[in-house]
């Protein structure tokens, strides 16, 4: 009998990796002799890096960069060495982590430091780099991640603009002679389940701002003030890429990526199965086992179960998930390839309580799993 195991991270308690540890114990119990493939996954978002190195064998990378508010900080990158690829999570440079409930100010935050990380990959021989976007405290378009790969953002009196996307307003020109050379000859692909434009009521003001520190009326001013650089951009570049699903991503981020780093865009899920190698794992397996903290309607946004079950789907494969908590509409993803779905608790306890059980809970349920699976193969 052939299982994939192939579960995100369980926030604050566990890796992939570690589910995926706890899951294949679990399971050991009752088929010893199973073939076990564990492939931790992640969805573009917190985590990925860190799935991938597992799965491929790669190194952490760790860069001295500006964080969004130009703080020093260390931060830490993936480094696939013998495919010349780097992962880069937004989120440990420039992430909305990083800041308390007070210092979040969606008009002054920077990509900077995401930038310097893109700089790093490419002294590192980089030929691909994967940027996986969530997480963002910013709201610049990018123009922070440009300003650090050589890009110059200028005011009428051919200043340079101060950091953050409420800046933008005053661009009145762009220069791109010092950008780094290097950057034609790399391939990006932005790991994003976004479909945003850059501007409007579903760009990336309004739908992320309040949720970085902008008030009902920084809104409405940084929405102009990208709306102003998407129109200065496709002056310099001949193309407008404002409306390109995914382009609103990360404060603009995806943006940035798309018109001046001719980035692609994928599923994050999909990205991190591709390198991880999921699709192969699948092959003739009997059943998959996949997971994430709190399992709901929201997971058919493009979080890792909804993933997996599609990949499992197509080769008629059956998923179960094992879930911290089940939420509202859970029951929804059972028309997307998921065939039944479990909580880990066993009874009344603390998020905390299972948090700091989760593996033992994950064995748990696992082995209660391969019991019934057992029995009903009678």
Known sequence: MKIVIAPDSFKDSLSAQGVAQAVASGLREVWPDAQLVECPMADGGEGTIEAVLAACGGQWMTTDVSGPLGQPIQAQWGWLADTRTAIIEMAMASGLQMLTLAQRDATVTTTYGTGQLIAAALDAGAQRVILAIGGSATNDAGTGMLTALGARFLDADDQPLPPGGLALRKLARIELGSLDPRLKDVQFEVAADVNNPLCGPNGASHIFGPQKGASAEQVLALDAALGHFAEQSAQVLGKDESEHPGSGAAGGMGFAAKAYLNASFRPG??????????????????????????????????????????????????????????????????????????????????????????ATLLHDRARDLARVWQLAAR
């Not at 192969?280 to 086992?289: K, W």
């Not at 929201?298 to 008629?316: D, E, I, N, S, W």
């Open 269 to 358: 899920v999909d990205v991190v199965g591709d390198l991880t190698g999921l699709a192969e794992a699948l092959e003739h397996a009997d059943l998959v086992i996949t997971g994430e903290g709190r399992f709901d309607a929201q997971t058919l946004r493009g979080k890792t179960p909804f993933g997996v079950a599609k990949l499992a789907q197509r080769r008629h494969v059956p998923v179960i998930v094992l879930a911290g908590t089940l939420g509202d509409g859970y029951a929804d993803l059972y028309a997307h390839g998921i065939s039944a779905a479990f909580a880990l608790t066993s009874g009344p306890m603390t998020l905390e309580q299972a948090c700091d059980n989760a």
